[in-house]
């Protein structure tokens, strides 16, 4: 899926003179990453935002606004909204800077430990226990 390259340069627009942004693409559009966290991006035409999870009733009912569903399922805490809701430049700075915020906020918490990871029974360093049959996908 394509997305809206003039929503694109308004986002560029706003956020010129930020070192701390990089846009990658992702999710079949263009997504922005503050600190490497997610605040904004445009699936087609779209404006998809990071919102905050204890806000994120208030911010679902606005107009313009529904819940990020590209998979079957509504990924919490993220939403689209429709370009009538970002018409004007005072908008978008309105949904830019809620994105923002909550990206700051999970980029200033330390990393979660992978749940998955298992490690050494002592945990050190957290490296991985290989049994001897495994031996890197090697037959014997």
């Given at each position: 899926?394509a997305?809206d ?13 930020r070192?701390d942004?990089?846009?990658?693409k992702?999710?079949?559009?263009l997504?922005?990453?503050l600190?490497?966290r ?5 699936v087609g035409?779209d404006l998809?935002?990071r919102?905050?999870?204890?806000k994120f009733?208030?911010v ?20 689209y909204?429709?370009?009538p809701g970002?018409r004007t430049?005072?908008?978008l700075?309105?949904w ?5 915020r909550v ?7 330390p990393a979660?430990?992978?749940p998955r990871?298992?490690t ?8 991985r226990t ?6 890197y996908?090697?037959r014997?």
């Amino acid at each position: 899926m394509a997305y809206d390259e003039k929503v694109a340069e308004r986002i560029r627009h706003a956020f010129k003179g930020r070192r701390d942004i990089a846009e990658r693409k992702m999710f079949g559009g263009l997504a922005f990453l503050l600190q490497g966290r997610m605040c904004c991006g445009i699936v087609g035409n779209d404006l998809m935002v990071r919102g905050s999870a204890d806000k994120f009733d208030a911010v679902i009912r606005g107009r313009h606004v529904r819940p990020m569903d590209f998979t079957g399922k509504p990924l919490r805490g993220f939403v689209y909204v429709s370009p009538p809701g970002f018409r004007t430049a005072i908008a978008l700075h309105t949904w830019l800077s809620l994105g923002e915020r909550v990206a700051e906020e999970k980029a200033a918490r330390p990393a979660k430990p992978s749940p998955r990871r298992r490690t050494s029974p002592s945990g050190a360093l957290g490296v991985r226990t290989l049994s001897p049959a495994s031996s890197y996908g090697r037959r014997r």
